[in-house]
């Protein structure tokens, strides 16, 4: 089992930055693409961007220029900085992972976070 714990939510202005994080942890063999997907109320679940293993990267057309995804594979960890936020930002974060199990290497099962709030003011 895998957990994923976001971090770095809250209250901005819009223009302003923040840094988003998601720790992994549990019993896994590897982390392999890992992403940040967000949702706002009324709205469906939408990919923001991810990162390979290899640190091929992709981002939406809503966000490209102002979000930048890292990773950090000692830590297990993944991070959001987003910069020159704007009010359309403001949603729910959710740090995805996709993972091999140690007990079955076969698949990749894909874990979620519960997810930090995000929320831009103008």
């Known amino acids: 089992q895998v957990q994923l714990v976001e971090s770095g939510g809250g209250l901005v202005q819009a223009g302003g930055s923040l840094r988003l994080s998601c720790a992994a942890s549990g019993s896994f063999f590897r982390l392999n693409t890992m992403g940040w997907y967000r949702q706002a109320p009324g709205k469906q679940r939408e990919l923001v961007t991810f990162i390979t293993n290899s640190g091929n990267t992709n981002y939406a057309d809503s966000v490209k220029g102002r979000v930048t995804i890292s990773r950090d594979n000692a830590k297990n960890m993944v991070f959001l900085q987003m910069n020159r936020l704007k009010p359309e930002d403001t949603a729910v974060y959710y740090c995805?992972?996709?993972?091999?199990?140690?007990?079955?290497?076969?698949?990749?099962?894909?874990?979620w976070g519960s997810g930090t709030q995000v929320t831009v003011s103008s």
């Open positions: 995805n992972a996709r993972v091999l199990l140690r007990q079955d290497r076969s698949n990749e099962y894909a874990y």
